[in-house]
């Protein structure tokens, strides 16, 4: 990076130079950075599919191996996008409707999980009445939370989405409110001399003090939400994630079912990665003080 | 009614946590003219803090009042600053942020917003502090945090400046350098200062009166001592005035003679003799032998007793 930034400062005649100068210094780095981060993880991976292709390519195993999956669903890779109508739609669709269940359900969570972290953190009784109660709730598995939502909202869609809602919920709040309530008393402090009032407070102070721990109950809350979604389309049906891996186990499509599989952990690191990645700017010196 | 600027009268507080009932401060009453700049002095957990903080508005006094410029003191706000020991700057604003939090706050109606910018770098140039506006304060070092603390509270144009142990943190020299910044601006812009530190020769060299205080449970002022000695003060030639070493000498002889015997009644604090004893040489010490040479006697005294 700082050879790059360096390099590109240089004079604009020198571009040739420049260039090869860039060459000669950045390949390298990249090299070892490939070798080191990329290697090991290639290594395991392939000798993981080498075992698995192995103990699956004798007469009487039940899952098929590697090199059947990719054969029987190449159709499904190649093509994430097309569109017969119905719930026979490619992977990439099936993957953006969960996704966005779990946005909508995720950001309620937020907001709502948010604002009861600061309330039960700010406020003694607030915390004596609620914290029970979360503490209870939050042991509830998602879906059992999935018939009484069905029955209240007299549909899937919604009922999916509450699901996510709910289960997301819990560490936001309590990770809040654990932030809100280690706000450094020399904080509260300066608000007071500067006389901010509840809005700049909640602005200035609160949210940025408390945003280390709020993004980590974040980060817990769209891993758990990922979890949540593929259980729950599962029990509702239509497009989604969760439902295309029920079908292909109703028409045992062993090989579909490992396809998703793939697609659904990936999808759920990268949305570990991406709300990380948001925490990492957001708090960006707010650790360490 | 007095006529003093700020008047502290009968000030009394009492801890009570439960059933648990602790007298920290009896009877203090303590009058500040506009401009002065005044030390309080006592062991560790005496109450010192108590005070600034009740005089800030952070606390709240069990009895007694506090009167600021003809007004009763009973809520914190800018127009008395405090800087803190450990700087309390917001770690996720940029010093210049921080400096700017509190000038958009204090001045946000009576100043345009380029007249609250340049006032922002105002302050911050008085304590020189220019050359790092956009670092954050995990990336200055501990003497430059505390600048920016006192730019802070100065950019809020305080009645009366509140800084408890501002120097407490930070290595001799890097003390001694701050201590002749906070006297130069002193000078400059006349402010009210009540500063809370352990430091003999701090004390002396930069206060008008120093007021030491008893030891706790139920302390209050023992002796207010008046520092007579011409502006603007050079610590080196202080250190051969006759004069300076007197007032050192009487503040070492209430802190370790006379309040060394009420430990004995109450040996809760022993630990304090130690702390304060470490803090002696403080400023001075780099610059000035003899101070130091006339510190020991006292320091020896002291260790050799508990
Ligand atoms: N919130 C509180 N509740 C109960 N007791 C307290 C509280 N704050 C301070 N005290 C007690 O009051 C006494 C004085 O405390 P204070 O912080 O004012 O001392 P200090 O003179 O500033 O000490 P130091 O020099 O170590 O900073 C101490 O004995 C302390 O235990
Ligand atoms: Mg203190």
């Not at chain 1, 290594?43 to 059947?68: F, H, K, N, R």
């Not at chain 1, 969960?98 to 915390?127: C, D, H, K, N, P």
């Not at chain 2, 005089?55 to 914190?76: T, W």
């Not at chain 2, 701050?178 to 352990?198: A, C, F, G, P």
């Amino acid at each position: 990076m700082k050879t790059l930034s360096t390099t590109a400062t240089e004079n604009v005649s020198a571009l040739n130079h420049v260039s090869m100068n860039r060459g000669r210094s950045i390949w390298p780095r990249i090299r070892t950075y490939l070798l080191q981060n990329f290697l090991p993880p290639l290594v395991i991976l392939c000798l993981l599919l080498g075992v698995w292709e192995l103990l699956c390519s004798g007469t009487g195993a039940t899952l098929p191996p590697p090199s059947q999956v990719i054969s029987e669903t190449w159709e499904l890779i190649l093509d994430p996008f097309y569109d017969n109508g119905g719930n026979d739609v490619g992977m990439g669709w099936q993957i953006l409707a969960s996704l966005e269940r779990v946005a909508v359900g995720y950001s309620f969570a937020v907001i709502v999980g948010v604002a009861l972290g600061v309330l039960v953190g700010q406020s003694t009784w607030a915390m004596r009445g609620l914290d029970p109660v979360f503490q209870v709730l939050r042991t509830v598995p998602p879906l059992a939370w999935l018939p009484i939502s069905l029955a209240g909202f007299q549909d899937s869609n919604p009922s999916a989405i509450f699901v996510i809602f709910i289960t997301a919920i819990w560490p936001i709040i309590i990770n809040t409110s654990v932030g809100i309530r280690n706000i450094p008393e020399d904080y509260r402090n300066v608000a007071r001399v500067l006389r901010l009032n509840g809005l700049e407070y909640f602005y200035k102070i609160m949210l940025p003090a408390a945003a280390p721990y709020i993004f980590s109950g974040l980060r817990i809350g769209v891993g758990l939400s990922w979890l949540a979604i593929v259980a729950a389309e599962m029990l509702i049906g239509g497009v989604g994630i969760g439902f295309f891996i029920w079908d292909a186990w109703n028409a045992s499509l062993i090989s579909d079912i490992i396809l998703a599989l793939v697609y659904v952990g990936l999808v759920g690191f990268f949305l570990d990665r991406l709300v990380a990645m948001l925490g990492n700017i957001v708090t960006r010196g707010t650790s360490a003080s | 009614m007095s006529s003093h600027y700020l008047s502290i009268e009968n000030v009394e507080k009492t801890f009570e946590k439960g059933s648990v009932r602790s007298h920290v401060l009896s009877n203090i009453n303590l009058h500040i003219d506009q401009g002065e700049y005044i030390s309080i002095i006592g062991h560790s957990g005496c109450g010192k803090s108590t005070v600034l903080n009740i005089v800030a508005g952070l606390i709240e006094q069990s009895s007694g009042v506090v009167i600021l410029d003809r007004k009763e003191v009973n809520a914190p706000g800018p127009d008395r600053a405090l800087v803190f020991q450990n700087h309390s700057l917001l770690p996720w604003l940029t010093v210049y942020e921080n400096v700017a939090l509190a000038v958009n706050k204090v001045a946000g109606r009576s100043k345009t917003s380029v007249e609250r910018h340049e006032w922002v770098l105002y302050n911050l140039e008085l304590v020189n502090m220019l050359h790092a506006l956009h670092k954050r304060p995990s990336e200055i070092s501990g003497g430059m945090k505390q600048r920016v603390g006192i730019a802070r509270a100065l950019a809020m144009q305080p009645k009366v400046l509140l800084l408890d142990e501002p120097f407490g943190a930070l290595d001799a020299l890097t003390r001694a350098h701050l201590q002749d910044e906070v006297m130069r601006i002193h000078s400059n812009l006349k402010n009210t200062v009540m500063m809370i530190t352990h430091d003999v020769d701090e004390a002396v060299l930069l206060s008008d009166r120093i007021v030491m205080m008893t030891n706790g449970p139920s302390a209050s002022i023992g002796e207010i001592l008046s520092i007579d000695l011409p502006r603007p003060r050079d610590r080196i030639a202080l250190a051969d005035s006759p004069r300076y070493n007197h007032y050192r000498q009487e503040v070492l002889r209430f802190l370790y003679e006379k309040q060394r015997k009420l430990e004995h009644i109450s040996p809760k604090h022993p630990p304090s003799q130690a702390r304060s004893a470490q803090s002696l040489p403080g400023g001075g010490s780099g610059s000035s032998p003899s101070d130091a040479a006339a510190g020991v006697p006292v320091l020896q005294k002291v260790s050799g007793a508990s």
